[in-house]
């Protein structure tokens, strides 16, 4: 288990939404400088080669930020990379092998989008370190998704959660005050900083709506 | 490295184009009766879930046959499943990283195009045990692939390569002997035995075509 990680603004960098592998690189160092507190790389359309290039990029600017730098799915790339550890989906790897293959001291992220998976995480405590609840929203970035489960099912999750979790899907600027009313420990964005004009300041903005949302 | 393998007839199971799981592993089964010297597991449209479930009641089968079983491009699921190895393309991870994931028994193989990419392979004696030429023919399996090489590409890469060859790329059983001519180590098959009507026979027919080509 990670001994202490941050989940307020959690960035999923998508390198094809950013524009390619430079254009993630300067997104993801904004976003760092604007708050991101953690940075997950998923690039579905990449082969490993890609994937595993950006991520040897990414991680000594992550450390810069003491941000941890989890890898979507694939354990194989976290391992060759050194990242902090993995992200995965109920039809990836299951948990407790990630945790083998990656130590300890990993971080395991894990999606969930219904009650009953977040009953079944309860069991993975020791296992999994945070939940990843949604989608949220629809959202076409992950056309693969389960059914949104709009504020009312977050708001369910979360407070059936034994584990921190973290809001995700469709999540933007727009309606991010709305979905901290299901206390979530944080938001999870993709297009809202990939695809922002300056995501410095969309970072910057996307933290102080959650301290808000906090107080 | 691995010890000893044979490329002759080498299957590569795609438990879409069999028909789901089960139908998978009956047709390799099928295919390790009729003489298939080594399994590789390529599902690109499953999720990895579905990959370990599959290479887990895969292995037993193989084993049982004393044939290898590798898994297509993903190091995880082959180390989470206790796979043999792993058979990776050029924008998979490097195989210096597989190896080291992998370990010193592993055997691995490398797809090559082109002549190219033989002389790259050439560098990795000691890392990549052997390698898979094609697409010899165009084919609708992999929509991701390189031009096809024709026959006589593949055996100016046979001729040039350093490592046990098997060609890959719309060999069915009505080309098999002239695939043979380029003088590859073996064939590598996918709907030639996942969409027979009778995997066995099929494979029992591969077979016979290249031993006689052989001599």
């Not at 999606?111 to 959202?139: F, H, I, K, Q």
């Amino acid at each position: 288990m990670r001994a202490s990680f941050d989940l307020s603004l959690y960035l999923v960098l998508d390198p094809v939404q950013c524009g390619g592998h430079d254009a993630a690189v300067r997104v993801a160092r904004a976003a760092l400088e604007g708050g991101a507190t953690l940075v997950q790389l998923r690039a579905p359309e990449w082969h490993k080669r890609a994937w595993l290039e950006l991520a040897r990029e990414l991680l000594p600017i992550t450390r810069a930020h003491g941000v941890p730098f989890v890898i979507n799915d694939h354990v194989d790339v976290a391992l060759a990379a050194g990242a902090d550890g993995v992200h995965i989906g109920q039809r990836d790897l299951p948990a407790d092998i990630a945790r083998q293959l990656l130590g300890p001291d990993a971080l395991i992220g894990l999606s969930v989008s219904n009650l009953d998976e977040t009953a079944d995480a309860a069991r993975l405590a020791g296992v999994v370190d945070y939940l990843g609840a949604g989608p949220v929203y629809a959202t076409p970035t992950k056309t693969d998704a389960s059914t949104p489960c709009a504020i009312d099912g977050l708001a369910e999750i979360c407070a059936a959660a034994r584990l921190p979790t973290v809001a995700i899907g469709g999540i933007q600027a727009h309606n991010a005050a709305d979905v901290m009313r299901a206390r979530p420990a944080g938001l999870a964005v993709v297009s809202a900083l990939c695809k922002a004009a300056d995501p410095r300041e969309a970072a910057t903005v996307l933290r102080a709506t959650i301290a808000r949302a906090r107080t």
